[in-house]
């Protein structure tokens, strides 16, 4: 395999879908929404934004099959690392459609900062 490709079974923290660490309520009390038709499409962003933070974190958020991950419960998460999710689901909800003049409010992106994990050890699988 060349080098500059990666070996999927080296890495420490492999992407696949997560488990949500906010639940549904608690998106539609964040975004003022009362109504129920676009609840598949909240989900969605949620996983989404879930995604997007244990990709920046390094590691899963709640666990599944990485040993590092934050946290075993919805409980334990962090609650700036729930506002990041919560925050990143309204900028998607509000910005659906990004144009060239549309915006993107990124001052949210620093509450995962004390939880990313810069130096994982590689774990070596045999």
């Given at each position: 395999?060349?080098?500059?490709?990666?070996?999927?079974?080296?890495?420490?923290?492999?992407?696949?879908?997560p488990?949500?660490?906010?639940?549904?309520?608690?998106?539609?009390?964040?975004?003022?929404?009362d109504?129920?038709?676009?609840?598949?499409?909240?989900?969605?962003?949620?996983?989404?934004?879930?995604?997007?933070a244990?990709?920046?974190?390094?590691?899963?958020?709640?666990?599944?099959?990485?040993?590092?991950?934050?946290?075993?419960?919805?409980?334990?998460?962090?609650?700036?690392?729930?506002q990041?999710?919560?925050?990143?689901?309204?900028?998607?909800?509000?910005?659906?459609?990004?144009?060239?003049?549309?915006?993107?409010?990124?001052?949210?992106?620093?509450?995962?900062?004390?939880?990313?994990?810069?130096?994982?050890?590689?774990?070596?699988?045999?």
């Amino acid at each position: 395999m060349p080098s500059f490709l990666l070996d999927l079974n080296k890495m420490p923290y492999v992407p696949s879908i997560p488990l949500a660490p906010v639940t549904l309520d608690e998106v539609k009390a964040h975004l003022r929404i009362d109504f129920d038709f676009e609840d598949g499409l909240i989900e969605q962003y949620i996983l989404a934004a879930t995604q997007i933070a244990e990709q920046a974190l390094n590691r899963e958020i709640l666990f599944r099959s990485d040993d590092m991950a934050l946290a075993r419960s919805i409980e334990e998460v962090p609650p700036t690392v729930k506002q990041f999710i919560l925050c990143e689901v309204g900028d998607m909800y509000a910005h659906r459609e990004l144009n060239e003049q549309g915006t993107y409010n990124v001052f949210h992106k620093h509450l995962l900062d004390p939880y990313v994990m810069y130096n994982r050890p590689v774990e070596e699988k045999l």
